[in-house]
């Protein structure tokens, strides 16, 4: 593994965050584009840090599926916001890992002195993912354009229901065409090969519902979850995928999704397929001071790392791991641990590769294995199996709600990590002030 030494640049704080509620993809598109829940959580800011947002430099905004009306979200979405049209603003893509490359980029840009003052985020309506036309249907279409009238009736007579299927760019973009998987299939390989059982990946899923539901009753997430309106006049205040009345049974009598019948990753143990963004205030701690702000905490340190796509989902585990060894710490070191569950049997997994003596010496370049992590300092408000998964907006929310996590238990440092599609894994330690 590369090793590289903590970078030496300024200290970069967090001055504020927020987002919008995750909202469960309904099988139709949902009230919300990327734009829109992007802009409803910018404004929200907007209302609550006028001075910092007035000092925004450049916006980043991850979007694991940008819509085509707004290849690049982030402009659109920093001109709706009303930044102003001289404050430049651009697009990251890294699938799960957009929303954190947001943070990243931004974060080394103060880091560097190149800003003072930036709004980072990641956005996703995976309701909204277009659906695109069979290559037949779209020569079909092309040869309609172009026939000539009387030759136009033969043309549209070739038409066959068939053509009128859809491709499914969700499914698609969820599936790693290089390896030929699926996102969950990866979680079956994981589940295999680290012996993963289906009792103890639904024991997490309901543990992941039973955190959200505490958290959101005892508000909580209020500082953090911005309210949404749609256009039809309803009122999205929390995050609704969460099932506060699901127990083992029932979690236990769902058919695999992805490998039927023997396989263990269910509808119940997987993160959910929705809408939602979010966004982070990062800024120099000098232009923070300048400014009047309190802010939440600092980013101390990131890491990318890549390894087999279809193992992805030990991402966490390759991602963090250089970040324990620059900074010295052990696993327990944290206060707490938040691991993206794009699925429980991922998560789980990656858990037991720290606990592995020999993972962690061939693939960590370790002399013993790093340990466990306890349970009560990860994922502590649940994740994505409850709140959902709106890909491109994960990775920003996972370190907002590290921050808020730290400052409401009193702690002091804690890594938001995640695995990401195609093969890689993300990592950023944070702390608060
Ligand atoms: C790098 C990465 O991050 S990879 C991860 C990227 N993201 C993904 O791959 C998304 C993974 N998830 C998925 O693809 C989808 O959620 C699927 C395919 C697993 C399930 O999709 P759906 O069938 O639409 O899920 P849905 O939530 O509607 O659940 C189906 C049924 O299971 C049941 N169910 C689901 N969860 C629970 C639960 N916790 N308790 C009880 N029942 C449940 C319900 O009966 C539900 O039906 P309902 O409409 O009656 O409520």
Redesign the pocket.
């Known amino acids: 593994m590369a090793q590289r030494t903590q970078g030496s640049g300024r200290r970069v704080v967090v001055i504020d965050g927020a987002r919008t509620p995750f909202i ?2 309904q ?1 139709r598109p949902g009230p919300f584009s990327p734009v829109d829940l992007a802009v409803a959580a910018g404004q929200a800011l907007m209302l609550r840090q006028p001075e910092a947002m007035a000092a925004v430099e450049e916006v980043i905004l991850g979007c694991g599926a940008p819509t085509s009306e707004a290849p690049n979200t982030a402009r659109v979405a920093a001109l709706r916001i009303g930044l102003g049209e001289d404050i430049p603003a651009f697009s990251v893509q890294r ?2 890992g957009s929303g954190m490359q947001s943070i990243d980029t931004g974060y080394k840009y103060i880091a560097d002195g190149r800003a003072d003052v930036i709004l980072a985020g990641g956005t996703d309506a995976l309701s909204h993912a277009p659906l695109e036309l069979k290559s037949e249907t779209a020569e079909w279409l092309a040869d309609l354009r172009s026939a000539k009238s009387p030759q136009r009736l033969k043309v549209a007579a070739e038409f066959r229901p068939r053509m009128a299927e859809p491709v499914v760019s969700l499914i698609r973009g ?1 599936t790693d065409d290089v390896v030929d998987l ?3 299939e ?1 979680a079956e390989v994981l589940a295999h090969e680290w012996q993963i059982t289906r009792e103890a990946a639904d024991t997490y ?2 543990g992941s ?1 039973n955190r959200l539901a505490r958290v959101q009753d005892e508000g909580w997430l209020e500082e953090e979850v911005v309210t949404l309106f749609s256009p039809d006049g309803k009122v999205y205040d929390r995050d609704d ?1 969460v ?1 506060p009345n ?2 083992m049974d ?2 236990a ?2 058919d695999a ?2 490998e039927p019948p023997h396989g263990q ?4 143990n ?4 929705t809408d939602g963004a979010a966004w982070l205030i990062l800024a120099s701690e000098e232009a923070a001071e300048k400014l009047g702000a309190e802010p939440l905490g600092v980013i101390e340190d990131s890491e990318w790392a890549a390894l087999d796509p279809k193992r ?2 030990l ?1 966490p585990v390759l991602a963090s791991t250089p970040v324990l060894t620059r900074h010295g710490l052990s696993l327990d070191d944290l206060d707490l641990w938040e691991i ?1 569950e ?2 429980a049997a ?1 998560v789980l997994a990656c858990l037991a590769a720290w606990q592995d003596k020999a993972f962690c010496k061939d693939r960590l370049g370790l002399d013993s294995a790093l340990g466990a992590i306890k349970r009560d300092k990860l994922n502590i408000d649940g994740g ?1 199996i409850s709140l959902g ?1 709106p ?1 491109g907006a ?1 990775g920003t929310r996972i370190v907002l709600h590290a921050l808020n996590a730290l400052k409401r238990t009193g702690g002091k440092r804690a890594i938001a990590t ?4 195609g093969g890689q894994g993300g990592a950023m330690l944070v702390s608060s002030l």
Do not use: D, W, Y
């Open positions: 469960k993809a099988g699938n799960c969820l699926g996102m969950g990866t899923a309901l519902h995928g099932r699901t127990s029932k979690l009598s769902l999704a992805f990753v269910t509808p119940g997987s993160s959910q397929v992805m989902g991402g993206n794009a699925f991922q994505a998964h890909v994960s995640e695995c990401i599609g």
